[in-house]
């Protein structure tokens, strides 16, 4: 027996029969009660409009039925099958006005998408707990897993009014009366069409799932995903899983909101990794993250509250679908691939999702529309698949997942850009890249062939080394070819080509054999180029910077060391007064400044001398063109001149002078000592007013050092004694005789001992206490020779007295001159001035007047050390000198055949010029016969007499004048 049919019997007897009059009381609704008409062909007739609902009646509720076909209308009474019963009762009446007995099946499905809502839908559930007729037994529940299906008989004639206790508060989505066989029919109708549908979706999962074992790439396993859900979707839509698992009544909406949730959590998940969200947007990725957890937090909810579950999953279907549309259309415009792939896709998933609201809304029903969304689901996995799909194949058969070893690397060659240099060794083929290679123009026509078809190609240069490589590879059977070479491009460039290639040896060990790659580095030798040269040149002016200059100079060192020949000068070119040119025209100005004045530099120069920018405004340059003084001295001077000629520069023009400084290269020196010997003469140059030339001499170095202490130690050395005078005799080279002294400061100091005076002498110049330090030698000086001449009774006795710079530009000079020439009555004559020409050149105005001022007082003047400055001896004689003192360092053997040659011209000259001559510094007998045939008239030297304190000068005198006086 059915198991309602019990309940259903005992409600029977509690069926109360009543007279229509008494129905008066219980109001007019049960008469708008209208029988739903029955033919023998109805195949399904919709008895929801039919329907009345009444809600909240309780467990026991009574109604009036239609009445019959005797028109009697009853009052029913119909107890709730369960306690736990919703309260709710709907009622309806069916007529039967054929002549026939008519089965008729009443259906109500358990789900219905349409018009399930939008938030908090009704995900269906039983619907009829059980339906009693007015006449006759309960009706019998056919089973039926989806719908509530009750069979109803109706009699001839009959008109009967049925009581459904509904199960559901969400009371009838659907009510129909159906044909059984019919009904069958469309029942198997559908089966057939979600058989089809599910084995398509199941394929397709299943596909999707192979494909991304096959290929790695993340959108796989999301399609695959997405595939899933959309089948366990539709299996729960199909009532498939119903069919297989068994399923308590009312759980079915907790699998039915899971299926929904997992739909839109694997729609999040798709777009995620189609799109590559997470490549670039971080943000894009934590939100993702976010709303995926969200959902996953909704799939556990779904099992408590199914509808909530459902509600929220639905919303987040549509919030995806447009956020999807909105990027789908930015990376559109962004040009990204796949986004426009996605385009077609995505428009029919919004088109679902339309769809499912008009349905879920109410607003588009019919019975095609639940299982046509099913299948629009499939549908849209069908085209995520062949989307996704096209990206597995697009691009070649490597797009992803495995391959093997051997294609990873003739990938990974490929993707390096280089070709393949294979040489064939017993056959002597090499195979060298194609054209298709991206190597330039390399001439691969000649490239491919017998090794010796590249010689030609070749750089000359190269030629030896690339046989050299191959025989020796060859040979060694070992080793590695990692070399490059210039190969000469069709365009007519060389090219370099680096080739990284590796004997492979054959079963005998000889070599069959060579691969490896080759590779345009054209641009990368080129950067390699331009970044040695950067490191070693000044960025303004492209000369030479200061590490280079070092560099030449230890190398052109080594060189002189080795060969006489090589014999350079350093020169040191500083721009006087810089630091103005930048202040007032700017440092724009400057620097181009800087870059005209390297230009004419280097014009001047040849081109095996170097010319460098050091630092700022200061060059340096390595003469190796020039080894004679005066050709160094003309060469210095075309430099001076070459800073000098005015500058143009934005309608004006700038004139600037530079100071030099010259040093010779010594034997042994290191550079950086030679830059500083250069840089102490180009200082002095500075200090003595720029734009001249200054040679390097050993008393600049001291300069620096102690120089404080030092200076002190001289103001104090004046109380204490420390200072003297020495007196050199001056030789008359006829004779031999002494014809005067010269007289040398000497300083004792109490610490360190003598002081040489070139030491000395320079602090006193710069301090200023020179000129005390040159009066006491002047009065010291004349009172000796005023007691000499007092003693020998000879007037002629000279006595020469240095003078210095500081001494030359001061008035007083004249004046103390005359003062002691009184006070010790010498005869003028008898004293004389010793003054060098870098001291006159360097105010030659001031000296001229000077120097012609202390010749009217008949004092003799001497143009002391000749040959150590730059000027001539024709412009020196602008001045009024009587006597020239040649330098020592022309006296000095230093093996120059020329020498005996210059100091001749230098003799005559002067003697043309009517000077008398002094040679300093005579170091051989030989020397001095020499000098004595040229009619110089005196020597002085150490090895005719070094430097005499005064009381032995004068012991001297007076064996002189004994002599003379024997002599006489
Ligand atoms: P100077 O005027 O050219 O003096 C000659 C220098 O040559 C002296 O060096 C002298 O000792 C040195 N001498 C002489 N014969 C020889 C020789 O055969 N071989 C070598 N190698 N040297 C020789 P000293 O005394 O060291 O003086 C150096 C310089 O100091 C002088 O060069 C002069 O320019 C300066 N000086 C010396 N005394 C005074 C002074 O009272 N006032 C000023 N303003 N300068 C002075
Ligand atoms: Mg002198
Ligand atoms: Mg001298």
Known sequence: MHPVLKPALSRLLSLLVLVAGLLGTFGGHAFALEPVAIARDDVAIDLLPAVDVYRGRGASFQVSTVPGSDGIVRRIEVEANSPTSSGDWAVFALANNTDVQIDRLIVAPNFKLAGSGVIWPDLGSQRIASITPSEGFALDRQPNPEADVFLVTLDPGSTVTF???????????????????????????????????????????????ILFVVKGSPMFPATAALAWAVLAYICIDFDFWQKLVPIMPGQERIWRAGTEVALAFTLVVFLYAYLNLNRWHGILSAFTILWLTGLLALGVAAVFDPPVAAGIARLSLAVTAGMGLVLILYFTWLRFDRAIMLIPTWSLVILWLFGGWMTVTGQLVNDVIQPALGGGLVLIVLLIGFTVMQHAFAGGGFAGGAISELERRSLALTGTGDAIWDWDVARDRIFAGADGDSLGTLPFSEMNGPARDWLPILHPDDRDRFKLTLDTIVEHRRGRITQDFRVRGREGHYHWVSLRARPVLGSDGEVVRCVGTMKDVTEHKKAEERLLHDALHDQLTGLPNRELFIDRLESIGALATTRPDVKPSVILIDIDRFRQVNDDYGIATGDTILLTVGRRLKRVLKSQDTLARLNGDKFGLILTSETDVAAIVAFAESLREAIKAPISFGGREIILTGSLGITGWSEGANPEDVIKEAELAMYQSKRLGGDRIEPFRPAYKTAGSGRL?????????????????????????EDGDTAGFEALLRWEHPKRGAISPAEFIPIAESSGLIVQLGQFALEEAVRRLSDWHKMTGDPTLTVSVNISSRQLIRQDLLNDVAAVLARFEVPPASLKLEVTESLVMDNPERSAQLLTKLREMGVGLSLDDFGTGYSSLAYLMRFPFDTLKIDQSFLRDDGRPQRPIILQSIVTMAHDLGLSVVAEGVETEEDAVRLRQLNCEYAQSYMFSPPLTPDVARRRLQDRSVGFKRAG
């Open 709 to 733: 202490e030092m200076e002190s130690d001289l103001r104090r050395a004046f109380g204490r004694n420390e200072l003297s005078l020495a007196f050199q005799p001056v030789v008359r080279l």
């Open 163 to 209: 009581v459904a206790e509904l199960a559901s508060s969400r009371g009838l989505p659907e009510l129909r009366l159906w044909e059984p066989n019919a009904y069958k029919d469309t029942i198997n109708a559908y089966t057939l069409y979600r058989g089809i549908v599910l084995g398509i979706a199941g394929l397709l999962a299943v596909f999707l799932t």
